[in-house]
């Protein structure tokens, strides 16, 4: 059977509220299993650890079959003096400065990551993926990430298993809702991609917290998720990774 990964990306303190309304439309729909992408510190407002509540809560949906990965570690990257163009359209348009590990070298990358999985080991979880914010990662971070043996990362276009070197094409749906005229857009072009996409042997669905305050969005997204797990099977990355792996031998 083909299948689905639908992960929830900037889940932290911060957006729990909504994190929680999002999960429970899914288990709705029979979706039981979602990557969760946990910012450690989001946006320096306050880290995790701080909120014992908090990770119970995560502690909790890991036993439930959702899987903890690890997102970026503020989520933000400073503005730098001198920045190229393609810099800056990338950090800036695309991703309103989220693009923390998009320029990263590998030791500030090793350092971050490490210390992020260690933190969410104390909290009793044990994430085995990394996925950057705004899936910038830099190709040093990539090196960083597989020498701290780091199982997977994704891309906007891809599934990379880093231990058994591995790219997986696969384009994501994604909703961008920052202005009118993302909002549309993005409502056109996921119509379209979920078409395209239909026999691809796997179907990713990333949605953001801010997708539930816009309507449209929501239903998109819900509509889609519906269609889709009637003839899918929903894995997180984790699993999904396994069978690939099982599968090459
Ligand atoms: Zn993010």
Known sequence: MSALVVSLHDVSPRTRPECETILAALARLGIGSCSLLVIPNHHHRGHFLQDPDFCQWLRGLSQEGHEIVIHGYYHQRPRRKAESMTAQLTTRLYT????????????????????????????????????????????????????????????????????????????????????????ATSLAWNACLARVLTRRPLLRISIHPVDWSHAAVKRQILDLATKTIARREALTYQNWIARQRAAAF
């Open 96 to 183: 309103a400065d989220e693009g923390e590990f998009y320029d990263l070298e590998e030791e500030p990358a090793r350092e971050r990551v490490a210390q992020a999985r260690e933190e969410f080991r104390s909290a009793g979880l044990d994430p085995v993926g990394f996925i950057a914010p705004a899936w910038l990662l830099s190709g040093a971070a990539q090196r960083a990430l597989r020498a701290l043996g780091v199982s997977y990362t994704t891309r906007l276009g891809s599934v990379v298993d880093l231990q058994n070197p591995r790219t997986f094409a696969s384009q994501s749906l994604v909703w961008s809702v920052r202005s009118a005229w993302r909002r």
